[in-house]
């Protein structure tokens, strides 16, 4: 079982950046992909950002062109740059690792944009 660890959110004004990162507990090596998710209150859980072992990415049109995913493989970490934040970016956010045919979560991380 790998653990994922989030870090990096807070309270941002809106037309403001944060940084998140996700740390895995292990190598991952071979095909997988890592990614972003959110769930704001009420509201079922999204897909933000992914990235596969190929550095292929896709993201949800909402956040298109203003958030970008990267990963570091020597440090087993995952990003996520978010920049022009909204109101509506709010949300827990949630790193995971397809990998195996496992699919692992962190414990979220929460953002709040507002003034």
């Known amino acids: 079982q790998v653990q994922l660890v989030e870090s990096g959110g807070g309270l941002v004004q809106p037309g403001g950046s944060l940084r998140l990162s996700c740390a895995a507990s292990?190598?991952?090596?071979?095909?997988?992909?890592m990614g972003w998710y959110r769930q704001a209150p009420g509201k079922q859980r999204e897909l933000v950002a992914v990235?596969?072992?190929?550095?292929?990415?896709n993201y949800a049109d909402s956040v298109k062109g203003r958030f970008t995913i990267s990963r570091d493989i020597a440090k087993n970490t995952v990003y996520l740059q978010m920049n022009s934040l909204k109101p509506e970016d709010t949300a827990v956010y949630f790193c995971?690792?397809?990998?195996?045919?496992?699919?692992?979560w962190g414990q979220g991380t929460q953002v709040t944009v507002s003034s």
């Open positions: 990235i596969t072992s190929g550095d292929s990415t």
């Open positions: 292990r190598s991952i090596f071979g095909p997988n992909t």
């Open positions: 995971n690792l397809q990998w195996l045919a496992i699919s692992s």
